[in-house]
């Protein structure tokens, strides 16, 4: 059983900066794509941002990009999501997920479809006051 465990999370107020971080245990993550969603009260769980096996290749969407930074160091099976100029707009649950695809998963259309990923952390609550 993967384990995905999140942290960095908490209340910031506007124009702040959070790092959120996502662990894994079991499975090895430096071979997968990863990904971060969100989803905040009322709405869709939203894709963010993608990263794939090496780091060599980000997606982010168009809201967070020039704020938001993808990260991952393999050596420590941990991706990190810098946030920066934080927007009440981005508060949310953040959750890191683990592309299905076998690896080395390169990115694609598909990376920001919930269905892509097969497992879950349990997500991080970030919360941005203005």
């Known amino acids: 059983q993967v384990l995905l465990v999140e942290s960095g999370g908490g209340l910031v107020q506007a124009g702040g900066s959070l790092r959120l971080s996502c662990a894994a245990s079991?499975?090895?993550?430096?071979?997968?794509?990863m990904g971060w969603f969100r989803q905040a009260p009322g709405k869709e769980r939203e894709s963010v941002a993608a990263?794939?096996?090496?780091?060599?290749?980000?997606y982010y969407v168009d809201s967070v990009k020039g704020r938001f930074t993808v990260s991952r160091d393999n050596g420590k099976n941990t991706v990190h999501l810098q946030m920066n100029s934080l927007k009440p707009e981005d508060t949310a649950v953040y959750y890191c997920?683990?592309?299905?695809?076998?690896?080395?998963?390169?990115?694609?259309?598909?990376?920001?479809?919930?269905?892509?990923?097969?497992?879950w952390g349990q997500g991080t609550q970030v919360t941005v006051s203005s």
């Open positions: 997920a683990s592309d299905r695809r076998p690896p080395p998963a390169e990115l694609g259309s598909s990376s920001t479809i919930a269905t892509t990923y097969d497992y």
């Open positions: 079991v499975r090895t993550l430096s071979r997968y794509a």
């Open positions: 990263i794939n096996w090496n780091g060599g290749s980000t």
